[in-house]
């Protein structure tokens, strides 16, 4: 992967706190509640009460949300890693205008007692949809905070029972290169593909993102349905997914298979292991001005406390 600058931003494009907030007000009677649906309770408290609400606190207990600048709007969604449309970073805004993310179906298959395909509609209307407030942090050493709105993984996992033998989950991207013009070039080995070991694909913090401040998912983002695990560095968080395979062997992961010196099947957020090009301990924040250009990453990117216990007696230097 290329390390590239950001764009310079315009003031006028910055989405404010509060602007959000009055745009999260708005959601409820936006796409979202067009849609049929509401955030949940815990999101509504939010919105009605930010700041000193116990809901927040408990939020920020458990991981689900950080007191950190959001990365605003137009930066989250201009400035994207998604190869299926082109490997710049603002070639996916550009090039996935016209992708059509309905009609749309998940093929649920491998290790579970009642393997299936569910309709991202039935997605959209069974779940409660909820917002979490996640660190994203690249592989390239770079970061945002973004207010996904989904609902953790686990929720639809268990809907299929998983058996004994499912130790891992496997994830798809769409692969249809007339859709997904960039997939018309080898530039990996298409469908994208990642994969988590089942613990951390029922964490609470895993969750499916279906939208980010209030909205459906555009495009660029992954429209209609990506992995958010925000433990880990932002390649595993796959996105277009149209298949989900319970597995017993460790499935195959995209940047994995094309360079497993650089990048490992776990891919935790790890300050101390390297990566070959370039040091993990810092990184940019995008959005984040001159002055926070280089911020110290924290193991699990912040995250040690919810999801250290998974990697009891692993030795991570060498599952990186
Ligand atoms: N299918 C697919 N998913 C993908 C990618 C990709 O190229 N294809 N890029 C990954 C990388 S490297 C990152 S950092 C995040 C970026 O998510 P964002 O563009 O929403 O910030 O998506 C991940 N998911
Ligand atoms: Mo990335």
Same mark, same amino acid.
Request: hydrophobic share 35%; with cysteine.
């Given at each position: 992967?290329?390390?590239?600058?950001?764009?310079?931003?315009?003031?006028?494009?910055?989405?404010?706190?509060?602007?959000?907030?009055?745009?999260?007000? /708005?959601?409820?009677?936006?796409?979202?509640? /067009?849609?049929?649906?509401?955030?949940?309770?815990?999101?509504?408290?939010? *919105?009605?009460?930010?700041?000193?609400?116990?809901?927040?606190?408990?939020?920020?207990?458990?991981?689900?949300?950080?007191?950190?600048?959001?990365?605003?709007?137009?930066? *989250?969604?201009?400035?994207?890693?998604?190869?299926?449309?082109?490997?710049?970073?603002?070639?996916?805004?550009?090039?996935?205008?016209?992708?059509?993310?309905?009609?749309?179906?998940?093929?649920?298959?491998?290790?579970?007692?009642?393997?299936?395909?569910?309709?991202?509609?039935?997605?959209?209307?069974?779940?409660?949809?909820?917002?979490?407030?996640?660190?994203?942090?690249?592989? &390239?050493?770079?970061?945002?905070?973004?207010?996904?709105?989904?609902?953790?993984?686990?929720?639809?996992?268990?809907? /299929?029972?998983?058996?004994?033998?499912?130790?891992?989950?496997?994830?798809?991207?769409?692969?249809?290169? &007339?859709?997904?013009?960039?997939?018309?070039?080898?530039?990996?080995?298409?469908?994208?593909?990642?994969?988590?070991?089942?613990? &951390?694909?029922?964490?609470?913090?895993?969750? $499916?993102?279906?939208?980010?401040?209030? &909205?459906?998912?555009?495009?660029?983002?992954?429209?209609?349905?990506?992995?958010?695990?925000?433990?880990?560095?932002?390649?595993?968080?796959?996105?277009?997914?149209?298949?989900?395979?319970?597995?017993?062997?460790?499935?195959?992961?995209?940047?994995?298979?094309?360079?497993?010196?650089?990048?490992?099947?776990?891919?935790? *957020?790890?300050?101390?292991?390297?990566?070959?090009?370039?040091?993990?301990?810092?990184?940019?924040?995008?959005?984040?001005?001159?002055?926070?250009?280089?911020?110290?990453?924290?193991?699990?990117?912040?995250?040690?406390?919810?999801?250290?216990? $998974?990697?009891?007696?692993?030795?991570?230097?060498?599952? /990186?």
């Amino acid at each position: 992967m290329l390390i590239k600058k950001p764009d310079s931003i315009k003031s006028s494009e910055i989405t404010s706190h509060s602007d959000y907030l009055r745009r999260r007000d /708005f959601l409820k009677k936006g796409l979202y509640a /067009f849609a049929g649906l509401g955030l949940s309770g815990i999101a509504e408290a939010l *919105v009605k009460a930010p700041g000193k609400n116990p809901a927040i606190a408990n939020l920020a207990d458990a991981g689900f949300s950080v007191d950190e600048d959001l990365t605003p709007y137009d930066l *989250v969604t201009s400035y994207n890693n998604y190869y299926e449309f082109g490997t710049g970073k603002s070639d996916p805004v550009e090039n996935s205008q016209a992708f059509e993310s309905r009609p749309w179906h998940v093929v649920v298959e491998g290790e579970c007692e009642e393997p299936g395909e569910i309709d991202i509609e039935d997605i959209l209307s069974g779940i409660t949809q909820e917002e979490r407030i996640y660190r994203l942090r690249c592989v &390239e050493a770079w970061s945002m905070v973004v207010p996904w709105v989904g609902f953790p993984l686990a929720t639809l996992l268990k809907r /299929f029972k998983p058996t004994a033998r499912a130790k891992y989950v496997a994830f798809e991207t769409l692969h249809d290169a &007339e859709r997904m013009p960039g997939q018309k070039r080898a530039v990996l080995d298409w469908p994208y593909r990642e994969g988590l070991r089942i613990d &951390e694909a029922m964490h609470p913090l895993t969750i $499916l993102a279906t939208g980010l401040y209030g &909205e459906l998912l555009p495009n660029q983002s992954g429209a209609p349905l990506r992995l958010v695990s925000p433990w880990k560095y932002g390649f595993k968080s796959i996105k277009g997914i149209v298949r989900i395979r319970f597995t017993e062997e460790q499935p195959q992961a995209t940047w994995n298979m094309n360079n497993p010196r650089e990048y490992g099947f776990y891919s935790n *957020v790890n300050p101390r292991v390297e990566h070959p090009r370039w040091s993990q301990k810092y990184h940019r924040v995008i959005g984040g001005g001159i002055f926070s250009s280089k911020v110290k990453t924290e193991m699990f990117n912040g995250y040690a406390d919810e999801v250290a216990s $998974l990697y009891t007696g692993m030795d991570l230097r060498k599952h /990186f």
